[in-house]
């Protein structure tokens, strides 16, 4: 029915918060928690940190005190990462995301030491191999998409070796934009929104997305 759709405002959460969370906010929340299982004191490596999923990611990482590695394609994003709480920092245009994560946190030993517990992947484009090599023993990586493409590879002796866990996370339900709500009335959360757009610049909004342009989320005005 429409009325299960329809979720209450609370007057401490604006029009353009609430706006981020149905879908870039709420699939962060869904990744993290719901199906990650993300707990205080784990070490989490992000990948597309920059945009809207990956600024909450990196948000809710914090929020519940997790140790952040932040990937992002330029030393202007990865400085306002920083500014959000990133706790390393990675630019992968300009160094091997792997090597640089095994020097944050250790190259992982199937003892046990080394690696990441959760990774966040939802860029794709033959980046799969190279995250699980990053999570260490009895981790995990979770994806919601594969912007850069779907057709990946994976080395599954290192899967079964390291015991590791490949969840997926399919969008969001009304839990998650409930919870999220509650966060950003309490002041536990704000959403990281890069510019808000009057309708009639809503073309040159989609450019600044098309063009990697933003940080955090776009939003566009009636």
């Known amino acids: 029915m429409l009325e299960d759709q329809l979720v209450a405002l609370p007057d401490a959460v604006s029009f353009e918060e609430a706006s981020t969370l149905p879908l870039a906010y709420a699939t962060a929340h869904r990744m993290m ?18 945009g809207g999923v990956g600024t909450c990611c990196v948000l809710l990482a914090k929020m519940v005190g997790a140790t952040v590695l932040a990937c992002a394609s330029s030393p202007e994003k990865l400085e306002r990462l920083a500014d959000i709480g990133a706790d ?27 690696g990441v517990d959760l ?13 699980l090599r990053c999570v260490g023993k009895g981790g995990r990586m979770v994806t919601c ?3 850069a493409g779907f057709d990946e590879e ?38 990281v929104i890069d510019r808000v757009f009057p309708l009639d610049e809503i073309h040159e909004a989609e450019r600044l997305l098309e063009d990697r342009e933003v940080f955090g989320k776009v939003v566009v005005r009636p």
Request: include cysteine; proline fraction near 2%.
């Open 119 to 131: 990774a966040v992947n939802y860029t794709g484009g033959k980046t799969w191999k190279d995250t």
């Open 33 to 50: 928690f719901t199906r990650g299982n993300l707990a205080a004191g784990e070490t989490v490596l992000v990948l597309g940190a920059s």
């Open 88 to 114: 390393h920092l990675i630019d992968y245009t300009r160094v091997d995301m792997r090597k640089a994560v095994h020097e944050i946190v250790g190259r992982p030993r199937v003892a046990g030491t080394g």
């Open 154 to 191: 994976v080395d599954c002796r290192y899967v079964w070796a390291f015991e590791q866990s490949i969840i997926g996370s399919d969008g969001w339900t009304r839990d998650d934009v409930l919870a999220l709500l509650g966060m950003v009335e309490s002041g536990r959360l704000e959403p």
């Open 145 to 147: 998409g594969a912007t």
